[in-house]
């Protein structure tokens, strides 16, 4: 049996586990074009639902993860789902991959 450290409800609360655990989800797309319209159209459906992005890409390749932008939020399954739907709506991306829900800050 492993020694694991009695913590308590602070401690559980800066080291975001436990109940305090963020969940995010990643995605990445391969866009044909221009991706400055997509990504517009993307920030729209993440200001609505009050998430954010981190984010890298080169001209062939495009990754992201998103989380909510309330300091102990998380992502739902609904925000996964309308993420999905803005990226496959879009013209001019390929390879659309969305991850399931992970914990942000430990995978």
Known sequence: MPNT???NRRQNKKLHIGEFAVLG????????????????SLISVMDERGLQ????????????????????GSTSDEDRNAIETCLKAQTGLNDISVSELSDAYYG
Do not use: H, L, M
């Not at 990445?28 to 990504?39: L, Q």
């Not at 992005?53 to 102990?72: K, L, M, N, V």
């Open 25 to 40: 989800f990643a995605f990445s797309c391969k866009p044909e074009a221009d991706f400055n319209t997509v990504f517009d």
């Open 53 to 72: 992005i981190w984010a890298e890409g080169t001209a062939d390749s495009f990754d992201a993860y998103i989380t909510s932008s309330q300091r102990y």
């Open 5 to 7: 450290p009695k913590r």
